[in-house]
């Protein structure tokens, strides 16, 4: 089993949770065929700004793949580039294991994360889709 760290809009985490699947785009493809059922997929949330507030980066849940890697270019997920909608075709099927009612804010955590080498340069490692991560 491998855990990947998925990284979302808050947005497309409500598109993650209705439909159950996580996608990226084609530059990710390779990335998202090393998923196999049973993999565990964590979903961290960008910083946001609601109004005046800013919502710090959060971990929000954590689900299972159920499926290989498939695509799929249905224009579920929300998100424009200036090359135009980008549809995240490559696509896995997820279900639930744990939503937190209270997510898990993101920079607290770093100093215990081990495949964040550099703590001071953090957001380079959050700055992919998605990415491996090791257990620990």
């Known amino acids: 089993m491998i855990c990947w760290l998925c990284v979302t809009s ?9 439909k159950n699947v996580w996608g990226v785009g084609e530059k990710f493809r390779k ?3 090393g998923v196999n059922p049973g993999d565990k997929l964590v979903f961290y949330l960008v910083q946001t ?10 971990i929000v849940g954590v689900f299972e793949a159920v499926s290989k890697a498939y695509k799929d270019s249905s224009r579920i997920f929300k998100s ?3 090359g135009g ?4 075709p490559y696509r ?8 937190f009612d209270k997510p ?3 920079k607290p955590l770093i100093p215990k994360l081990s495949f964040i080498k550099i ?3 953090w957001t380079g490692y959050v700055r992919l889709p998605m990415r491996e991560i090791p257990e620990g």
């Open 10 to 18: 808050e947005e497309n985490w409500k598109v993650i949770r209705e």
């Open 31 to 33: 990335t998202i065929q």
């Open 49 to 58: 700004k609601k109004g005046d507030e800013i919502i710090p980066s959060r």
């Open 80 to 82: 424009k580039s200036a």
């Open 85 to 88: 909608e980008i549809t995240y």
């Open 92 to 99: 896995v099927k997820i279900k639930p294991i744990k939503i």
């Open 104 to 106: 898990f804010e993101f």
């Open 119 to 121: 703590k001071d340069k």
